[in-house]
């Protein structure tokens, strides 16, 4: 296989501390790294770099790991602009949230959806994102629910099956029968194509029984579960994600002292999305709360039409850094290794001799400049398995 070399690299993050400083990044500054076909195979210091069949001058730039973005909601259609706009005008709304996402999303072709996925993550790609993870849950019909999910795996492999978004408009009158239909027809027709179970464990949303009861399903068949928990209010989303070993537990914006010692004492990571409050002027959920507890962190876009319509993980960075608590290395480790962590995946995330070669050249020196140069376009080159795709 063809190796490569990318040397002369001001300061590498490879997520993993016996690498470099000894620090949660592992940095190696004046650092190099080498790639065998999709891996990384090699880094250290540039002078000792390996010979190799090409290389690749970064110049003097940063080089992070690719960001992982474990939660999003791709497969959808329409915009909700006049949504947006009220809000941030400080008028009421009333057009139907994300029964109006629905609407839109059940009356697209399947061309039509598949466009707008592909465009999202060409969007996301742009800005380093190498790993992402999307969900269904604005058809929630049978047939619409199990379509979202075949053309998310068109795309990639981290697919969540969220039938569990809304209750049904088809179903308003009958809850229990739309969790019948959830744990039932529409869990058959979608677990084949997916990784993941998801529920917004929320009021006016599905409660704690109800959830159980879907993620217990799912699990049944397969599926792994994540929840929307405590994202509105305080809940039982993250005490049930803990119980049922979650992978993610999303949000975490209300959390009580017992959400955050479980979490902290578990292996589900507490996903942070800070687009949200950006969006939708919430409050911002305390990172350090939980990082301080020693909690497992990670942040990502939540990319939906409605309360986050952002593809950035630099800007969600910023965010986090700004408005969260969190210093500007503990935000680029819960967008790389912390996203890998919600994704239960150790080949991506960082850049040490075995993982993937998926990697942001900054035009930067640091990646402290993600947070210090906010909503400035920093990401030179994107690559993915080892090719340049960006």
Not at 91 to 119: H, K, M
Not at 135 to 148: N, P
Not at 291 to 320: I, K, M, R
Request: aromatic share 6%.
């Amino acid at each position: 296989m063809t190796t490569t070399a990318i040397t002369h690299i001001s300061a590498l993050v490879t997520n993993d501390p016996s690498l470099g400083d000894e620090s949660p990044l592992g940095l190696i500054q004046d650092a190099a790294v080498v790639i065998e076909g999709d891996r990384v195979v090699w880094t250290g210091a540039s002078s000792k770099a390996p010979a190799t069949d090409n290389a690749v001058d970064a110049g003097g730039r940063a080089v992070v790991p690719g960001f992982v973005d474990s939660h999003s909601h791709l497969v959808f259609a329409g915009d909700r602009t006049q949504e947006f706009n009220a809000r941030m005008s400080g008028r009421p709304y009333s057009a139907g949230g994300i029964r109006t996402t629905v609407a839109a999303t059940r009356a697209a072709t399947d061309e039509q959806l598949s466009a707008n996925v592909a465009r999202y993550l060409a969007e996301a790609l742009r800005q380093g994102t190498t790993t992402f993870e999307t969900k269904s849950g604005y058809g929630l019909t049978v047939e619409d629910e199990a379509r979202a999910l075949r053309i998310a795996a068109r795309h990639t492999d981290e697919v969540t099956f969220l039938g569990a978004h809304i209750v049904s408009p088809d179903y308003a009158d009958d809850p229990a029968g739309y969790v019948d239909l959830v744990t039932g027809p529409m869990l058959d027709a979608c677990a084949p194509y997916a990784r993941w179970i998801d529920v917004f464990c929320e009021r006016g949303a599905f409660d704690g029984d109800q959830a159980r009861a879907i993620l217990t399903a799912g699990r049944a068949r397969g599926l792994h579960p994540r929840v929307h928990a405590n994202q509105l209010g305080h809940g039982p989303g993250v005490q049930l994600a803990v119980e049922l070993d979650a992978a993610s537990a999303d949000h975490c914006t209300h959390l009580t002292d017992a959400d955050v010692d479980a979490l902290a004492q578990s292996d589900t990571v507490a996903t942070l999305l800070p687009g949200a409050e950006f969006s939708t002027r919430a409050a911002w959920p305390d990172a350090r709360r939980l990082l301080d507890a020693g909690a497992t962190v990670a942040l990502s876009t939540d990319c939906n039409p409605g309360s986050s319509f952002t593809s950035s993980v630099p800007f969600c960075v910023a965010l986090a850094v700004r408005d969260m608590g969190m210093t500007p290395d503990e935000a680029l480790w819960s967008a790389t290794a912390g996203g890998a962590a919600a994704l239960r995946r150790d080949d991506v995330g960082r850049l040490a001799p075995g993982a993937r070669a998926d990697l942001v050249i900054l035009d930067a020196p640091s990646h402290v400049h993600l947070a210090y140069r906010p909503g400035v376009p920093l990401v030179r080159e994107v690559w993915r398995a080892g090719a340049r795709v960006a």
